[in-house]
């Protein structure tokens, strides 16, 4: 989680996760999303949930685990086929969150070339469990393994499509609204855009209405090999975080006891 190429599956894990309708129009109709003046610092609160539960303390992820929770619980949708209201905390929601998250940092960083086995990979699914149970799933209904993920993805495909708030979010992200001392980001936003968008599965950019060729898969891995590459040269106390230089020291003190260790994830 601490190599720096994984933030491509940060950005790829919201573009997969747009693609639920109910999804995509609860988020957009309790928040920011898609006022672009503000959308940065809803997607800055975003990463650091994301480093809390990753990185904290239990404690400290249960804490920030209770204020989503309560949050989420507040809310709801309208779906704008049907009219109907829904809760924005319902369990099939939630899960295509999850799961789009753990299926696009554990894609991009096999396709890097991060040292993964099979059973390595199984088991990162299988640990992410935990995250979900943070936003309120239940563990045992969350896929346990690289197959049970395929197997999930298959029976979703039916039921997902790119709805237009959807396909605004995409077009912005070429383009995207960034504080002022942030504007370097605006100008290589293009090409991280064409990055991220071609790590998606076919059948996903298929439904953005963009071409999923087989090309298009060995160009990506090609550049995310080269970024990870990259990145590998430069030393580790500039190479990550300060949160994953503590889960590394921890890691490598504690040998084969590192499991026990008060860490979220």
């Known amino acids: 989680m601490g190599e720096p190429v994984l933030i491509v599956g940060g950005v790829r894990a919201l573009l997969l996760q747009s693609l ?11 928040s920011e ?9 809803r997607l800055a609160r975003t990463v650091e949930f994301v480093r809390v539960r990753t990185y904290g303390t239990r404690d400290e992820v249960e804490r920030v685990g209770r ?7 507040k809310m709801s949708g309208v779906d704008l086929r049907t009219g109907e209201t829904f809760p924005l905390d319902e369990p099939e929601n939630l899960l295509w ?12 960083a096999r396709r890097s070339g991060v040292p993964l086995s099979r059973a390595d990979a ?11 149970e943070v936003v309120g799933l239940d563990p045992a209904n969350v896929p346990a393994s690289v197959q049970d993920m395929r197997d999930y993805y298959r029976d979703m495909r ?37 990055l991220v968008v071609s790590t998606l599965p076919r059948w996903a950019r298929r439904m953005y209405g963009l071409p999923g060729l087989p090309t298009s ?28 230089q503590r889960a590394l020291r921890l890691t490598r003190e504690n040998g084969d006891g590192a499991a026990a260790l008060s860490i979220a994830s």
Request: proline fraction near 7%.
């Open 20 to 30: 639920h309708p109910h999804t995509m129009w609860g988020t957009a109709q309790n």
């Open 33 to 41: 999303l898609m006022d672009p003046s503000a959308a940065w610092s």
């Open 67 to 73: 204020r989503v929770r309560k949050l989420h619980a």
């Open 97 to 108: 969150v999850h799961m789009g998250e753990v299926d696009s940092y554990l894609d991009v």
């Open 122 to 132: 199984d088991a990162f699914v299988d640990e992410q469990r935990r995250a979900a």
């Open 158 to 194: 039916r039921h997902v499509w790119a709805c237009d708030e959807a396909r605004l979010g995409l077009r912005r992200m070429f383009n995207p609204a960034v504080p002022a001392k942030l504007v370097p980001l605006k100008l290589a936003a293009p090409a991280v855009g064409a």
């Open 217 to 244: 898969d060995l160009a990506a891995t090609l550049t995310l090999k080269g970024l990870y590459r990259t990145t590998r040269v430069i030393p580790e106390r500039y190479r990550y975080s300060p949160d994953a």
